[in-house]
């Protein structure tokens, strides 16, 4: 699936442990139905197999609703599941190695916390930027907030759209306007919701007015 600057609106990062007792499939599909335009498969703690397994469902599961599905940080995964790209963080594969081993047909997403990484990662050969924390993290105890001037250094130095990561809520998406971005990445603001399907298109409402 080829990308387009769209598929960020509203980009659903999974997490099962927000799931209270749902399957990840009934949770993705909920947002499916309600408007996501990517998914990313990132369950940093499941087994090789078991995490194979959820991608090839989850692949079949997107392409129902023509969105593209990632896996975070796992080039072996999206190859044998066949899916249509991944997310990579600055701790893990390079651009360059990822690139390397799936294509130039597949989607390479890459982290960045400032212009300086950004404008790598672009030049190595990633597809779109993931820019966080917007909001600290419900996720990465570690993760150190992005303020919103560095948001906009990042969108202004590189050519390839980006969207802003981290604490993201239907109740503070609108603080994330004017910044340049394409859209937000959301975790538990969508798989934490009692309501995926309303949560997902109050997000989406604002996230097309960013």
Not at 124 to 143: Q, V, W
Request: glycine content about 8%; charged content about 25%; aromatic content about 4%.
């Amino acid at each position: 699936m080829k990308f387009e600057r769209k598929m960020l609106q509203l980009y659903a990062v999974t997490d099962r442990r927000w799931l209270s007792g749902r399957t990840l499939e009934e949770a993705v599909e909920e947002a499916l139905a309600a408007g996501v335009t990517m998914v990313q498969l990132r369950e940093k703690n499941m087994e090789p197999d078991r995490l194979l397994e959820e991608a090839r469902s989850l692949r079949v599961l997107c392409h129902r609703y023509h969105v593209p599905l990632l896996i975070n940080d796992s080039p072996d995964i999206c190859i044998r599941a066949d899916a249509d790209g991944v997310h990579v963080g600055q701790d893990d594969m390079s651009v360059r190695k990822a690139r390397a081993l799936l294509g130039p047909d597949k989607i390479i997403g890459a982290t960045a916390h400032n212009v300086a990484e950004a404008r790598t990662a672009e030049r190595l050969g990633a597809d779109y930027l993931g820019c966080g924390a917007a909001f600290g993290s419900h996720t990465k105890e570690n993760a150190r907030p992005i303020d919103r001037e560095t948001y906009r250094d990042i969108t202004s130095a590189v050519h390839i759209p980006v969207c802003a990561i981290g604490g993201i809520t239907e109740e503070n998406i609108g603080e994330l306007r004017h910044l340049g971005l394409s859209g937000v990445a959301v975790i538990s603001g969508i798989f934490a919701s009692d309501q995926i399907g309303a949560s997902c298109r109050k997000l989406l409402d604002v996230s097309s007015r960013l």
